[in-house]
């Protein structure tokens, strides 16, 4: 049976994300609420606490967080902070006890990764990471035809993912609080996307940086990455993000009998799908209540999660393997 009493959420880093998207979501959700914040901005925390009827006790800076270990009303620690700043988090978090989600990418480095599942592990508490089109009909859609192979077997794909970056996070071109530029933002949905559609990890990748329009902009990081990714069978996926521009923001699977996209596909909603059969005719659904809903009922009911932490590893070596085939101009294999 379920437990009666939703579990308890607190945000660390309320930001764009946690404002416009999780704390709005965490009013819609059946299995856990918003319950505590994180902040290092004394204004939030007074505007969050009268908003959202949070009591004191429940409000903690970035000074005060280890604190969160005494706190029976937080289960659920959701770190949405600059990629730099994921495994010091998640490791203070799990010394405290709590169930983690970790916004995406999980970290700069694939070491950092590992020390944050092995936290985890340690404090034997659930870890997942915010990749929310996991539980978006359009993208399970896409799951099912590639990996059942509905439509015939894959033969080729592609992702693009990217906009016009107007600085208003200027956290995401510096390398150390970004870890990468538009690859590690925005190219990260592609990469999930292939490999969820197609069903199988790629065996190599080969990449290339586009120019740097703007020197100053993108003194730290790449404005945008070109990449392939190669599979066992031959099927190639041709994927690109950017900085510098707004691309289309595309998914798709060309079979052996048809093909199936989702465009505009990586959004919080609005995602269109079609086959060579016809629209796919799916509702768009509130997907980050879904996510975090799911993440309580694997807490609740000891399942689980679809998105793990070792699947964010997985794309942080992906990701890393791209950004040395952009780097080298080879093949890297994976
Ligand atoms: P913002 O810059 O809007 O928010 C980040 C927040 O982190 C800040 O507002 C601040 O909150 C806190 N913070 C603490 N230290 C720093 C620092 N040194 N520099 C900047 N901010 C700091 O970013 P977003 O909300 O857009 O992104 C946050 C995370 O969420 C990232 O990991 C990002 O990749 C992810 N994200 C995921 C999305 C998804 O669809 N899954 C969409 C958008 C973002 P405070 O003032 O409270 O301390």
Redesign the pocket.
């Known amino acids: 049976g379920q437990s009666a009493k939703p579990l308890g959420v607190a945000l660390v880093?309320?930001?764009?994300?946690?404002?416009g998207?999780l704390a709005p979501a965490l009013q819609q959700t059946k299995l856990c609420k918003l319950a505590g914040?994180?902040?290092?901005?004394p204004a939030?925390a007074a505007q969050w606490r009268q908003q959202y009827q949070l009591p004191e006790k429940n409000i903690y800076s970035?000074q005060t967080f280890d604190r969160i270990v005494d706190n029976p009303d937080i289960d659920i620690v959701y770190?949405?902070?600059?990629?730099g700043?994921?495994a010091e988090y998640v490791e203070r978090a799990a010394r405290a006890g709590k169930h983690v989600i970790c916004?995406?990418?999980m970290a700069p480095t694939a070491e950092e990764c590992r020390r944050m599942i092995a936290a985890m592990q340690k404090a034997g508490k659930k870890f997942s990471i915010?990749?929310?089109l996991h539980f978006e009909p359009h993208h399970q859609e896409m799951m099912r035809l590639g990996q059942q192979q509905v439509l015939g077997p894959i033969k080729s794909l592609v992702a693009d993912n990217g906009f016009r970056f107007n600085n208003d996070?200027?956290?995401?071109v510096d390398k150390e609080?970004a870890g990468g530029g538009p690859l590690m933002?925005m190219g990260i949905y592609c990469v999930q996307g292939v490999v969820y559609t197609k069903g199988q990890l790629p065996v190599s990748v080969t990449a290339s940086f586009a120019p740097k329009t703007d020197p100053v902009l993108f003194k730290e990081v790449e404005a945008g990455v070109n990449w392939q990714m190669q599979f066992a069978d031959g099927t190639v996926a041709e994927c690109r993000t950017s900085y510098a521009e707004n691309l289309n923001s595309r998914l798709r699977a060309n079979t052996a009998q048809g093909f199936m996209e989702l465009q505009p596909a990586f959004g919080?909603g609005g995602i269109q799908g079609r086959t060579s059969q016809g629209a796919m005719n799916l509702p768009n659904v509130p997907q980050?209540a879904r996510q975090m809903d799911d993440f309580a009922a694997c807490i609740l009911q000891n399942k689980p999660t679809r998105v793990p932490g070792e699947m964010g590893l997985r794309d942080v070596q992906l990701l890393e393997a791209i950004y040395r085939a952009a780097e080298t101009g080879r093949k890297v294999s994976t």
């Open positions: 880093g309320l930001g764009k994300y946690s404002t998207q914040i994180v902040t290092g901005t939030k970035y770190i949405v902070l600059p990629v700043l994921h916004e995406k990418p915010g990749y929310r996070t200027p956290w995401r609080l933002d919080y980050q």
